[in-house]
């Protein structure tokens, strides 16, 4: 069975940190692109981070970039996403989602997503 699980939501005062994390498994994880994507309430979800099979080729979108940082450890099935100086503008639902041999696109070419995890920053 292919899983997502996200973990590491929470609440946070506006300027902390949190780190994300989403666990995958039932799938060649090796072979996949994985992306962060989240939704606010209210809004479209969009993309946040994405990271290449080998975690060489990264992604960010101009809202986080030098706030928020994208790993993966392949031995272990395991993608991070570590978030600094957080705003109210990042709660959201974060969700991880894996693509075949790429980590870029769009939302409907990600073949497995997570049930997302709620990041909440108040002000």
């Known amino acids: 069975e292919v899983q997502l699980v996200e973990s590491g939501g929470g609440l946070v005062q506006t300027g902390g940190s949190l780190r994300l994390s989403c666990a995958a498994s039932?799938?060649?994880?090796?072979?996949?692109?994985i992306g962060w994507f989240r939704q606010a309430p209210g809004k479209e979800r969009e993309g946040v981070s994405g990271?290449?099979?080998?975690?060489?080729?990264?992604y960010y979108a101009d809202s986080v970039k030098g706030r928020f940082t994208i790993s993966r450890d392949n031995a272990k099935n395991m993608v991070y996403l570590q978030m600094h100086n957080l705003k109210p503008e990042d709660t959201a639902v974060y969700y991880c989602?894996?693509?075949?041999?790429?980590?870029?696109?769009?939302?409907?070419?990600?073949?497995?997503w997570g049930q997302g995890t709620l990041v909440t920053v108040s002000s």
């Open positions: 989602a894996a693509r075949y041999m790429t980590y870029l696109g769009d939302i409907a070419d990600y073949d497995y």
């Open positions: 039932g799938f060649a994880f090796d072979d996949y692109g």
């Open positions: 990271i290449s099979r080998s975690g060489v080729s990264k």
